[in-house]
């Protein structure tokens, strides 16, 4: 008699953030900048600001000992299968004018994403049949991009700050580790991650008596892909060893 031993863990999900000020729009501030204090963040009188965060955890694992494994046989195939897919979108468009009469201005998109995805597989033989099959695959499709687009103007006594930025962070790992006699014990992990941070001024930006800031940052601070496979005297310490930290 074959069974199956099968954990499987989905998710797909999406995060926008998006500000236009239109042509014919005209905003204005007459405030001061917030000087930063205890518990308190600086800000411009002026801010205009796109944030989007998406933070995306899967994990699928079979259990290495099934009951079958000891009164019946170990020709069990398992199977861990995981998949991720993530969108993450922020963007800011300035096609009207924005005036900061008295202080600064803060035109800004950021898209934070963070992504973990891992299967595993453990095969423990007991009565000395072998697996037919250890197998686990890891998916992930992701993408990430924030955007400023300024054609407007932008206007300001005081500094001026214009960014798109991006914080990216990507892990994924498949395992799988069978005994000596297993006759098949595979990882895959096929992993697909696109991240960008554009900042394009065709406008006026103008600062009366501050400084201007135009800037673009995208940072990829983890990029972990593991694929790892063992059999016989090694799975076990492989096993251990190749969790993602």
């Known amino acids: 008699t074959i069974t199956l031993d099968m954990d499987g863990s989905y998710a797909d999900s999406s995060s926008s953030a998006t500000v236009n000020i239109g042509a014919k729009a005209d905003v204005t501030a007459r405030g001061q900048d917030t000087d930063a204090a205890t518990g308190v963040e600086a800000k411009k009188a002026l801010q205009v600001t796109a944030d989007s965060t998406v933070d995306v955890k899967v994990s699928a694992k079979t259990a290495p000992l099934k009951f079958a494994n000891i009164v019946h046989t170990d020709v069990i195939p398992e199977v861990a299968v995981a998949y991720a897919g993530t969108s993450n979108d922020a963007s800011v468009t300035v096609k009207g004018k924005l005036d900061s009469q ?109 400084a201007v800031d135009i800037r673009s940052g995208n940072t990829l601070s983890r990029n972990d892909i593991v694929a790892n496979n063992a059999m016989g005297a090694s799975a076990f310490s492989k096993f251990l060893t190749t969790e993602m930290k």
């Open 102 to 210: 008295n202080g600064g201005a803060k035109v800004a998109a950021s898209a934070d994403t963070a992504l973990e995805a891992s299967a595993a597989v453990k095969h423990t033989t007991v009565a000395g049949y072998p697996s037919v099959a250890d197998i686990s695959l890891v998916i992930a499709d992701a993408d990430s991009k924030s955007k400023l687009d300024i054609s407007g103007m932008v206007t300001a006594k005081k500094d001026i700050e214009a960014a798109a930025t991006g914080t990216n962070s990507v892990a994924t790992g498949a395992m799988a580790a069978g005994a000596e006699k297993n006759i098949l014990a595979t990882a895959i992990n096929v992993t697909r991650y696109d991240s960008s941070a554009d900042t394009s001024i065709t406008g006026a930006v103008t600062s009366s008596s501050g």
